[in-house]
């Protein structure tokens, strides 16, 4: 699919942009996060003037609060709060450009900051990434050139051998090893966490594939106006514009993880990063449903009888318990 008038593949102005912080003598922000953040706000739902994203509060906080631990992954020693900062510089360029007024310039400015830094805590939380990312962290982890796609070709396939049980480890010692924050779920050994970061990717890669189809279906509204033909990819059968924006997504998550890591995942390695149907999906739900019951009943009873189960008491002078994880 090589006709420029689909674009699939969002082409940011992160160079301009970066440019501009330059000449305005702007404190520098890191390249790869201005061009993640330029390129997830394209692919959302908000409007585009003249190829820059127009800014609002819905639109920061959808994507430093919902999206961005979707896709990306800092690289080595990058700071996370670099994606709240290219946010920050891009309000700035746009106030400059005279598309915000000084006053939504400061109230997004303060958004941004605080969105910021939740974001960056959201990366590091177990529970909340995808498969990419995931595999990103144990390649890193276990010294592999991602630069190499043979290497990560190559780890996949001695990490595909291994016991589930030695796999489950692998991904709970990225957070003994403090890479990722633990959190308050039952782990991966539980079975629901293995669920939820397949139903993450799924989910996450579809609504990239629908970012991308909606972006080009804007570049061809323009041929539609003048009475041009479609391209030959919309002409009739939509099948090669649907499997190419599968694939744009797979290429373009392999930007903010692995380049080829994601395709390898879903095409060559579905084993190591699987995506739950319906009917599992359904069985770890009822299974859910039965295990609140039965705690359900087991208070009843206590109650009855005068009892309560020591995890409902009120804690005594002393004892100091953990706030539940959010």
Avoid: C
Avoid at 58 to 73: G, S
């Amino acid at each position: 699919m090589e006709d420029e008038d689909l674009r699939l593949a969002p082409r940011t102005k992160a160079a301009e942009l970066l440019a501009w912080a330059e000449a305005e003598g702007r404190e520098p922000v890191a390249e790869s996060p201005l061009r993640a953040v330029l390129a997830l706000l394209e692919l959302g739902e908000g409007r585009m003037h003249d190829g820059w994203p127009e800014l609002t509060s819905a639109a920061v906080e959808h994507l430093l609060y919902e999206r961005l631990y979707l896709y990306v992954q800092p690289e080595p020693g990058q700071d996370p709060l670099a994606y709240g900062a290219a946010v920050r510089l891009l309000i700035d360029h746009r106030r400059a450009a005279k598309r915000l007024n000084a006053k939504r310039q400061e109230r997004l400015h303060a958004e941004a900051e605080w969105q910021g830094e939740v974001a960056a805590g959201l990366l590091r939380r177990a529970d909340l990434v995808t498969w990419p990312r995931l595999y990103t962290l144990l390649l890193r982890a276990a010294g592999v050139d991602t630069a190499d796609g043979e290497a990560v070709r190559a780890w996949l396939e001695g990490f595909r051998e291994l016991p589930e049980e030695e796999r489950l480890a692998a991904f709970a010692a990225l957070e003994a090893d403090g890479v990722l924050d633990p959190v308050e779920d039952g782990g991966w050994e539980a079975g629901g966490r293995t669920l939820a970061v397949g139903m993450a990717t799924d989910g996450a890669r579809r609504l990239l594939e629908q970012g991308l189809m909606r972006r080009s279906y804007r570049n061809l509204a323009e041929l539609t106006a003048l009475g041009r033909p479609m391209p030959e990819e919309l002409a009739g059968d939509f099948g090669a514009f649907e499997e190419a924006a599968a694939l744009a997504a797979l290429e373009l998550t392999g930007t903010w993880t692995v380049p080829g890591l994601p395709e390898l995942l879903v095409v060559e390695f579905p084993e190591l990063a699987p995506e739950p149907g319906p009917a599992e999906i359904d069985a770890y739900l009822a299974g859910l449903d039965e295990g609140w019951a039965e705690e359900e009943e087991e208070e009843e009873e206590a109650a009855a009888d005068g009892e309560w189960p020591a995890e409902t008491e009120e804690p005594t002078d002393g004892d100091e318990r953990a706030p539940e994880q959010a």
